[in-house]
C-alpha cells in the first residue's frame, strides 16, 4: 500500500503529463484542424453546460473560459465573432430576453453538425486509448475519474465560499 504522502506527490507528478499531453491531445481532436483551442472550449462549454446543450450566456462562457485561460473579454468577443460569422457560421448570437446587456450565444443548424464531428473525434481518440486498457483499467480509471472531477468541484466550491465570506467581512469593516 503506497502512502498517502507518496500518493500525493505521485499525482503530482501527473499533473502536467495529464494536462498538456492527454488533454492537448484531446483539445486537438476537438478543434478537428479547424478551431482554436479557446473556439473548440467554447463549442464544448456549450454542449456540456449551455441550456440543452445549445444555449449559453456569453457572461457564463467569459466565466468559465476566464477561469482556464489568461484570456480577456476582447478576446473571448473576437473568437465569438469568428465563430459567428463566415465561414465557419457555427453560432449566432441575440439579446438576452432576461437583459438588453447581455448576449446568449446559440449554435447553429451547422454548428450542431459541426459539434457532432468533434464528438466523434474525441470518441476516436478515446477509442485508441481504450483499445489499450484491460476492461479493470477502463472502469477504474471512469470511477477515479469522476471522483476526482467531484473532488475538485467540491474544492472550488469551498473556495469560492471561502471567498465570499472574506469580502463580506472586509465589506463590513
Not at 498517502?4 to 492537448?24: M, Q, T
Not at 465557419?88 to 448576449?103: F, I
Not at 454548428?111 to 474525441?122: D, F, K, V
Amino acid at each position: 500500500m503506497i502512502d498517502r504522502k507518496d500518493a500525493s506527490v505521485e499525482f503530482l507528478n501527473l499533473f502536467f503529463p495529464i494536462h498538456y499531453l492527454v488533454g492537448i491531445q484531446i483539445e486537438d481532436a476537438l478543434k478537428c484542424g479547424i478551431l482554436t483551442r479557446q473556439q473548440a472550449c467554447i463549442l464544448w462549454l456549450i454542449r456540456t453546460q449551455g441550456e440543452n446543450g445549445t444555449s449559453m450566456r456569453r457572461k457564463d462562457i467569459e466565466i468559465a473560459l476566464s477561469g482556464w485561460y489568461e484570456v480577456t473579454s476582447s478576446a473571448i468577443s473576437k473568437s465569438l465573432r469568428a465563430l459567428a460569422k463566415p465561414p465557419m457560421d457555427l453560432l449566432s448570437m441575440s439579446e438576452d430576453p432576461n437583459s438588453g446587456r447581455e448576449k446568449v450565444v446559440t449554435l447553429t443548424p451547422r454548428g450542431r453538425q459541426y459539434l457532432g464531428s468533434m464528438i466523434q473525434n474525441g470518441i476516436a481518440l478515446m477509442d485508441a486509448m481504450v483499445a489499450r486498457m484491460t476492461d479493470d483499467e477502463v472502469v477504474n480509471g471512469i470511477s477515479f475519474l469522476k471522483r476526482v472531477t467531484d473532488i475538485s468541484e467540491e474544492i472550488q466550491d469551498d473556495e469560492t465560499a471561502l471567498s465570499t465570506r472574506a469580502r463580506q467581512v472586509k465589506a463590513k469593516t
